[in-house]
Each structure stands twice: as structure tokens, then as C-alpha cells.
């Protein structure tokens, strides 16, 4: 019961810190969206390598380079493919411009999305000294197969890097065009409830670094954490985010210019994606002596370094417990209508009043996106500017949703701890 009470008033004041900052930062955020391709310096100041690390990815790789090359801005590809066994190297081929292929071979390959990317560095680094270029006008970014970057993109990231306290930024993310309710609520987790985290973590100067639309200054990252500075975590984003946090490298979180990616259409595959996440987190762990001994790392960043790797540890327990009080109140109950509809209603309020606003919010910052022309015009009646009675029965479920992915990928990541899997379980392209 202790457990279940102390995640739920966790939740509750977490989500109110949540709301509380959104509702503030409205008018900045306008402004914001107002001047997304307003530019303070020039478009071409920065040379900006973008990796794609590749395994299969046959589907979607030739797509995101055409949409990057279309963007504006001085731009090296770097396509990093894992031994491919599909059409992925053909696929890429047949696209021209600014793109080099790194080709690592089994058994040399596949060993994780860290030590991928790091095999891109030496690349970098050639291409620096041979074109004789300025280490700190050249950034290095990551963009996921299937992902693309907003129009204004490159416009914010050169506004950022303009600041020379700035050598790391992190872009919002979005699920593309979802055409689910399990996609939508993908996208409501990540650009609504993702953002909101980003925005509270940007006030503890903790902003966490994502597989997807992270970017660097090379200079900065080379000299303090070497020509190798993703781990092998099977959430090195996460564990970069610690490295950097420990030689005090600050990174920005930038939420009007976005990246996107494909959602899931398939709940087995969602959970098997989250569950290595999840099993990331695990990894991640090793670092937590170093945390608490750091005495350069401010206490702003452990407490959300803390609450990262104890609170879905802490919404598990809170899972075992709400089943067991549930049911027990059910046996105990049987009998007593009353009770359970009782019961039923606080649930159903529950859900409704949290998911309600998160849609809410959601369906705001898609009519804001499409105003500014930074996204596509969504075609999914979901994403409509009405609200609906049928959305806000699915907003009951909506918070439902995110503890039901977490709970079943923390014992999925928990069993392969058990038996010893630690390999890299790549999500399929449909």
C-alpha cells in the first residue's frame, strides 16, 4: 500500500509540475514558434555530419536521405550500415549527394548502436583535417533511419551552437503522421509527455539526450570524452547524457524544431522495443557510485539522474500492488455493487482527467505545428482540431497505456537480465 500510494502522489506531482510549466512557458513558446526559421548568423556557419546508423533498414533509408538532402544547410551524411542482409547498401546508392557509407562486417558488427556510431568518428574526424575545417564549427548529429527532420531544423541548431556554452542539443520528437490509436498514443507520450519532461529537465540542466535528433560540437565532445563517446548501454543515448554530465557539458533541449519517426503498429513490438530501452536504464546503473561520489556534477542533475532510475522501479511495485488491492477489494466486495461501481469511477476519473489533458494539450501543439509550417498537415481524424467524444473516451486509456508498456517491458528487461540476454533487439520495419 505504501509502495502504490508513493507512486501515485509521485505521478500526481509530477504531472502537475508538468502542467504547471507548460501553461507557463505559453507566450515564450510562441514567440518561439513565431521566429522558428529566423536565423542570428548564417545558415552555412556549421558543417553538421549527420549519422544514420543502419541494420536492415531497406524500408525507409532511401526516404530519409531525400528528405535530408532537401533541407537547408551544409550537411556530410555518414550512413554507418551494420552488414545489412537486405537492400539497405543498394537503396542508399541510389541516392546522390553528400553521402559516405561506413560498411562494418560480422563479427565486427551488430554489437550495438554505440559502438556503431563510433566507428563514424575516425570518418569525421579525416574529413576535418583533410578539408581543414574549424572542430568548433562542426557538429555532429544523429538521425535514426526512419527519421526526419523539421524544416527549421537547421535554422535552431545553428541559433543554439551560436552560444558558446552550448555543445550539445537535443530536438523534440514526434511519431510521423500516426495513423493508430496505439500510434497516436505513441505520439501523445513522446510529444506531449516526453516534451514536458525535457522542459522540467531543462530547468535542472539535465536535459536527456535521445537515440534520435541529438547533436554535438565536435571539438567540445573530442577533447573530453575522447573520439569514442558512446557507450554500449543498450540506452547509450542515456548513458552519453551521463558522460557529458560528468565533464559538465551542457545540453540544450530545443522544442520547436523537431525529428520524427515511425510508430509502431504492433503492441509485441513496442514492448520489445521499450523493453530494451528499459534494459538500457539497467545498464545504466553501473554509474550510479559515480553519481553520488561526483563532486562536479550539480545536484540538480543527480536528483534527476535518481528519480530516472528509481521511479519505474517504483511504478512496477506500484503495478503488483494495484493488482493485488484490486483484486483483493473485488473478493471482499463481490457482493456489493455499490463498491465496485464506486471503485470503477475514481478509475474512469482518473484516467479522464490526466489523459484528457494530455490530448488536450496534444491537439494544441499539432494545430501549432501545422500553423508554423514546421510539420506536415496531419490527414488522421484523430488529429483534427475538434474534440470528440470519441477522443476523450480513449483519453481514459491513454494513461493506462503508459503504465501497461512500462509494467510489461520492465519484466520483459528484468527476465533478460536473469538469463543473461544482452543483445541488441532491433525493431522490424513493417
Known amino acids: ?26 507566450k515564450q513558446s510562441m514567440r518561439q514558434l513565431i521566429n522558428a526559421y529566423t536565423i542570428n548568423g548564417s545558415l ?11 541494420l536492415n533498414e531497406g524500408k525507409v533509408i532511401k526516404r530519409t536521405l531525400q528528405k535530408l538532402l532537401k533541407l537547408s544547410g551544409r550537411k556530410e551524411i555518414i550512413v554507418i550500415d551494420d552488414d545489412s542482409d537486405d537492400d539497405t547498401l543498394a537503396q542508399i546508392r541510389s541516392v546522390s549527394g553528400p553521402i559516405s557509407i561506413i560498411e562494418r562486417k560480422l563479427p565486427n558488427a551488430r554489437t550495438g548502436k554505440g559502438d556503431s556510431l563510433n566507428s563514424a568518428m575516425p570518418t569525421i574526424t579525416k574529413m576535418i583535417h583533410e578539408q581543414k575545417l574549424d572542430p568548433a564549427r562542426c557538429i555532429v548529429g544523429v538521425v535514426d533511419a526512419d527519421g526526419a527532420l523539421s524544416a527549421n531544423s537547421f535554422y535552431k541548431l545553428t541559433n543554439a551552437f551560436e552560444n558558446n ?22 505520439d501523445i507520450e513522446f510529444f506531449v509527455v516526453n516534451h514536458l519532461i525535457q522542459t522540467i529537465r531543462a530547468k535542472l540542466n539535465a536535459v536527456a539526450l535521445c537515440g534520435n535528433g541529438q547533436f554535438f560540437r565536435y571539438s567540445t565532445i573530442v577533447k573530453r570524452l575522447g573520439e569514442k563517446p558512446w557507450g554500449n548501454a543498450l540506452l547509450e543515448d542515456y548513458e552519453l547524457t551521463l558522460r557529458m554530465e560528468f565533464k559538465d557539458i551542457k545540453t540544450q533541449y530545443i522544442s520547436d524544431a523537431y525529428v520524427d519517426q515511425e510508430a509502431l503498429t504492433s503492441v509485441k513490438r513496442l514492448i520489445k522495443q521499450r523493453a530494451r530501452w528499459a534494459q538500457g536504464g539497467f545498464n545504466c546503473l553501473k554509474y550510479l557510485g559515480h553519481i553520488i561520489h561526483s563532486k562536479d556534477m550539480p545536484e540538480s542533475q543527480k536528483l534527476d539522474a535518481y528519480f530516472f532510475f528509481f521511479q519505474p522501479i517504483i511504478n512496477v511495485l506500484a503495478d503488483f500492488s494495484i493488482m493485488f488491492l ?68 480513449l483519453a481514459i486509456f491513454l494513461v493506462s497505456y503508459i503504465y501497461a508498456v512500462l509494467f510489461l517491458s520492465m519484466m520483459t528487461a528484468i527476465y533478460h537480465l536473469i538469463i543473461g540476454q544482452h543483445t541488441w533487439d532491433k525493431t522490424k520495419r513493417l
Open 165 to 186: 556554452q552550448v555543445d550539445s542539443v537535443q530536438l523534440r520528437v514526434k511519431m510521423r503522421n500516426p495513423h493508430t490509436i496505439l500510434q497516436t498514443f505513441q
Open 1 to 26: 500500500m505504501i509502495v502504490y500510494l508513493t507512486a501515485l502522489v509521485t505521478f500526481i506531482l509530477q504531472c502537475s509540475i508538468m502542467f504547471y510549466f507548460y501553461f507557463r512557458k505559453q
Open 44 to 54: 552555412n556557419e556549421y558543417l553538421y555530419f549527420i549519422l544514420i546508423p543502419c
Open 326 to 393: 484490486t483484486i483483493a477489494f473485488i473478493r471482499r466486495n463481490l457482493y456489493k455493487p455499490i463498491h465496485l461501481l464506486t471503485l470503477l469511477v475514481i478509475m474512469v476519473f482518473f484516467g479522464l482527467f490526466f489523459g484528457l489533458a494530455f490530448t488536450m494539450i496534444y491537439l494544441r501543439e499539432i494545430r501549432l505545428t501545422e500553423a508554423f509550417d514546421l510539420l506536415p498537415k496531419l490527414t488522421k481524424a484523430f488529429a483534427s482540431r475538434r474534440l470528440t467524444p470519441l477522443k476523450v473516451i
